[in-house]
């Protein structure tokens, strides 16, 4: 079978601009604001972004001498390590980060609520926003935020966590479960609409 999850996206399409808001330059610089604007409290090196975002260093490195020159990233030294965050002071920071946690910022978003949740094999965005956040033509904005959970988690936990989301993505975040093999041995037509359109996987730490 075969799914196109986004880290199957090659160099060139993250340096196009990207269809779901493309009012930036390119998907890296999107995704790079998103991590860290959505997460103000995250301070990561240049080297662990790039990892993070899969662009090589040195792109990495150009955007975020750009959002720094701006004031909307900081950075500090330590040893030879740079190390860079939000500048919440910029007057920039809380419509920037709305926009950008919005648009690009939903499988961090996710990660984060269900990281705590046990059973969870995977999960994934579906539906038109991971058709458009992979290079999709839009044929109307994104009205909602499809997930896929794959495994036997608590499901009342699962909505639990899920539920404040939709304010903060600005729209409703609709979840289905399934069982963890579903993806491989499910059928039907809700099966096959799911395994055709690209997905997205939520980056959950290992384990959970």
Not at 105 to 117: D, K, S
């Amino acid at each position: 079978m075969f799914i196109r999850y986004s880290d199957s996206i090659t160099q060139n399409m993250d340096n196009l601009t990207p269809s779901l808001l493309p009012i930036f330059r390119s998907r890296q610089q999107a995704e790079l604001l998103a991590l860290l604007l959505g997460d103000p409290d995250l301070e990561v090196s240049v080297s662990d972004l790039a990892a993070r975002l899969s662009v090589p260093y040195a792109s990495v490195h150009r955007e975020v001498e750009r959002a720094e020159s701006s004031g909307v990233l900081r950075s500090r030294k330590i040893g030879n390590t740079r190390l860079v965050s939000a500048q919440t002071e910029s007057p920039y920071f809380d419509g920037l980060s709305s926009v950008v946690t919005r648009a690009f910022g939903v499988p961090a978003v996710l990660a984060r609520a269900l990281n705590g949740v046990t059973n969870i094999r995977a999960a994934y965005v579906f539906g038109s926003w991971a058709s458009q956040y992979m290079g999709g033509a839009a044929e109307r904005p994104v009205q909602d935020i499809d997930v896929l959970i794959l495994g036997a988690p608590d499901r009342d936990v699962v909505y639990d966590c899920i539920e404040p989301l939709s304010e903060r993505l600005g729209r409703p975040v609709q979840v289905t479960i399934r069982g963890a093999e579903w993806l491989d041995e499910g059928d039907g037509s809700f099966h096959d609409s799911v395994i055709r359109r690209p997905m997205v996987r939520v980056p959950l730490s290992e384990g959970e």
